[in-house]
């Protein structure tokens, strides 16, 4: 008797607690049911400190709004019963699939079934998103079987199709638009997997069934900028704004950005928002806005815009040689080939942009990202809450072009511009020395290879984007075999796929990920890494961590988990 109540014990408590960089903890639980049941409790009850949950395969990840607050999580977690009944009770989804994926053949051989097999073993049973993550839209779908098991590709492509269907490990997916990806690909689907114009969004969300289909062709998918929340082209002209910016060069990229979307990864949705939060914070105080108010975000310099009627603004982040150029004066007395007058203007302070001039950045001198706020803050359709672009998923406001509108808004916060200010040192030629604490994956290690981690510059590649920095240097190795179940993840993340070369991530990541995270960079040097531009080079400096949230249940300190 007394055996068969440590074995409920142990099925219905959280197993341990893992800390995931400063301002996260992943509880880790005996199963599906104990990971639904725990999220329910979750969002019913929350803890102190609390601002998001996200369920996985075998772990549930707690965001705090503070180190504080999530070093307390652990001792809280550890003491919750998990008695909550968990219902999956959604609808049956049918989706059509062309069985022509890349991988279909190699997962044809690694599970001995081959081609035609595959396909059968697809179509023939039900599955069951257990849980959404990486991308909205994307649901871990679970079988009826075990018998299309495959692991992960040893590296991740840097672009999988929209409408792509994909294994890994027990787990089936539809991947809802193009984006990075580790899985194997099987086939594809028109099924549009995520449409904000829905009153549910997810086509499948958790708890829904699925019933795969093969078909010989696919109805063609709606673009992607319509069914993943940004504006959607129209034919009728829009009416141009009175006050604001035109874009008159986007430069290599420029994005609309505020400080992010947060509480939505239940739906597979990032924070995203601007890369350096100071420099952005700093723009908007600089022309009296609130701290979150838009603004854009630009890279590598480039970025030439208008004034649409006058204008206050000013440019954070990388410094860069800003110029003003002046339409020559008007009247009949003026010199019609006089040219244009020009004037530079300083980072870090407000200024006036007359209507009709035009602001030019210059390439940086340091660091990458450049944050241009207007007075008022740009005024965009919010989406989740947030008007920022997000790469990843596609919400948000799609890459600014030419010719383009912003209309200045009114988030403003003071009845006056800010003072300017000094900016911070920002990278160079130089390397950069990020301080990290180790991740929650830290045991599929060595300390060789965490020496390695730390005892070398890794130079930043040219794939690299707003998801995360893909890193250049002598591989790490693993100590463990086998494969990660997916689970929750954050900025700062540093995850290491199978060959070795980590993958930094930053505010587009995906929300779940299945490479294990050696390490995470502290949260507030993520504003450091973001300036660090392509073919920079990177040193991560492990810091001793604080008092830790990481706890495990009495009954299994003695087993490997």
Sequence with gaps: MEAVAMETLTVHKVLSVRAVGTRAVLAELSGTQDVLALQTLLLESPLPGQQDVLAAAQTVMVRADSPAAARRMGALLMELDLTAPVRQDGGLVYIDTVYDGEDLAEVGRLTGLGTEGVIE???????????????????????????????????????????????????????????????????????RMWDLDRDEPALASPGHRVQFRAVRDVVTMAPESAASGAAPASTVPAQEPASGLRIVSPGLQSLIEDLGRHGHSALGVSAAGALDRASLRRANRLVGNAASAAAIESVAGGLRVQAVGDQVVAVAGAPSALTVDSPSDAGSDSDPDEPARQRTVPMATPFALHDGEILTLGAPEAGFRSYL???????????????????????????????????????????????????????????????????????WFDEAALESLCGQDWVVKPQSNRVGMRLDGTPLERSREGELPSEGTVAGAIQVPPEGLPVLFLADHPITGGYPVIGVVVDHQLDLAAQVPIGGSIRFRRVPEQTSPEQTAPEQTSQEK
Excluded at 423 to 439: A, M, R, S, W, Y
């Design 373 to 443: 706020a207007v007075r008022g803050g740009v005024d965009a359709a919010p989406v989740l809450g947030s008007r920022s672009t997000d790469t990843m998923s596609g919400i948000g406001p799609a890459p600014l072009a030419a010719g383009q509108v912003l209309a200045s808004g009114d988030v403003t916060e003071s009845g006056v511009v800010g003072h300017p200010e000094l900016q911070p040192d920002l990278p160079g030629d130089g390397v950069t020395v990020l301080d990290i604490v180790l991740g929650p994956r830290a045991d």
């Design 121 to 191: 073993a697809h179509t023939g049973q039900v599955w069951t998103v257990a849980f959404a993550g990486f991308a909205p839209g994307f649901g871990y779908m679970v079988g009826e079987n075990q018998v299309l098991e495959v692991p992960r590709r040893s590296s991740p492509r840097t672009a999988v199709p929209a409408g792509s269907v994909a294994l890994a490990g027990n787990y089936s997916a539809v991947y809802p638009r193009k984006s990075p990806g580790g899985w194997q690909l099987i086939g594809r689907t028109g099924a």
